[in-house]
């Protein structure tokens, strides 16, 4: 492979804003694609400032927005138009997900780019998807995950939470990019259209599942499962808390013979299978948690994993960033910033003879004059566009 990554030569314009597409444009950057931002001259991208921790700059920005190019249009502009329809042109694959109907009066609905730019990847992400009575809302990673019944399997029983990580939103920009991956391998150009709210229902599967064929509705557990058991959080004698699972029933003889010294926990009928231990989960919370609370966390894991028994320990972001997991496997990297490089995490995809490019977080519309150079608009024509305020 070469050093240009699997997507050299592929070309993203973005229109996007805060984290679903921009995750999905990061994604295709990091296996070697040129991404191109489009934003708004009046301030840009709206998650540039939704704080101003990473030196002046906004932590969701930095995060999803490093090895882009960022040109400042005002799509409202018969000028900006013009440069977004050539800059398209040659492009391969458009990724959006602008509020409800912008696209549509930007002149850029599935209809109008197939008529336009047939050749072209157009992919759109929205919050409910289009022919329903949601379809006209506005949508954020927490108001999907509420809509979709996620928070309702999150948290403890009626102490719902929404999950930490934006995961409405993340996993819309990878299943977006997965998407305009198959296309690229089909060779042909298509419409894709992603919803958060089709991506939290499928990421709901097993709850929706569950219920639909028993009645029950599983209550959350906080840091334990409602599928299987003994499986959760417990406090050690020095203060830390191991994270204890078992998936079957082998596993589960294990760690009642072997970590716990308890045969008779082993042989009790109650806790042959896991429906059973399901159902008597709090005898067996109660039985590990009074094992665990009698010895460090290093001695818990150090028997946990001489007996095959899941285990990990639960940590804080700030032990996080520290994590000698991470540290040991090389896993940080520099990136420029406008303020200053900063440490950034590797993409997870390990690919053999390609190192991600890690590009640089873009100041607002600092790539505007060499991309409109590259389209062929002379330097007159450039201070035209500018005056105008077509671009920034």
């Not at 960022?70 to 042109?89: C, F, N, T, Y």
């Not at 919803?195 to 229902?201: E, G, I, P, Q, R």
């Not at 203060?239 to 042989?267: C, I, M, S, Y």
């Not at 299978?273 to 399901?278: E, K, L, P």
């Amino acid at each position: 492979m070469t050093n240009g990554g699997p997507l050299a030569g592929i070309t993203v314009v973005a229109l996007e804003q805060a984290v679903s597409a921009p995750m999905c444009t990061r994604t295709l950057g990091d296996f070697g694609a040129r991404v191109i931002k489009v934003e708004n001259p009046k301030g840009g991208d709206f998650a540039r400032h939704y704080d101003d921790v990473v030196g002046g700059l906004a932590a969701h920005f930095v995060w999803a927005n490093r090895g882009k190019e960022s040109v400042a249009l005002d799509l409202k502009s018969d000028g900006g138009q013009a440069v977004l329809h050539r800059l398209l042109e040659r492009t391969d694959v458009l990724v959006s997900n602008l509020t409800p109907g912008t696209t549509a009066k930007l002149g850029l609905a599935p209809a109008d780019l197939e008529v336009r730019h047939p050749d072209l990847i157009a992919v759109e992400i929205d919050g409910y998807g289009p022919g329903g009575p949601l379809s006209h809302k506005r949508a954020y990673d927490l108001l999907v995950q509420a809509e979709s019944g996620a928070c309702s399997v999150t948290g403890r029983e009626g102490a719902p939470a929404k999950p930490g990580p934006p995961v409405a939103d993340v996993c819309s920009g990878l299943y977006a990019a997965l998407s305009v991956l198959a296309l690229l391998y089909a060779r042909r150009p298509g419409q894709v259209a992603v919803s958060l709210f089709d991506t939290m229902a499928e990421l709901m599967g097993y709850p929706l599942t569950y219920t639909r064929h028993s009645g029950v509705e599983q209550q959350p557990l906080g840091m334990s499962s409602p599928a299987v058991s003994p499986y959760g959080a417990y406090r050690t004698a020095d203060g830390q808390t191991v994270v204890l699972g078992t998936t079957n029933d082998r596993e589960w003889q294990r760690l009642a013979k072997e970590l716990l010294g308890r045969p008779d926990l082993a042989d009790d009928e109650r806790f042959r299978t896991n429906a059973g231990r399901v159902e008597h989960r709090e005898v067996l919370d109660a039985a590990i948690g009074d094992w665990c609370a009698r010895y460090d966390l290093g001695h818990v894991q150090e028997r946990a994993d001489a007996a095959g028994i899941g285990n990990s320990r639960y940590n804080t972001v700030t032990d996080v960033l520290d994590h000698p997991h991470l540290a040991a496997r090389d896993r940080w990297r520099k990136v420029g910033t406008p303020s200053g490089p900063v440490p950034a995490l590797l993409p997870p995809p390990v690919i053999a003879g390609f190192d991600p490019p890690m590009g640089a977080v873009p100041g607002l519309g600092e790539h505007t004059d060499a991309l409109l150079a590259e389209l062929g608009y002379t330097q007159p024509e450039i201070a035209a566009l500018r005056a105008r305020g077509a671009v920034r």
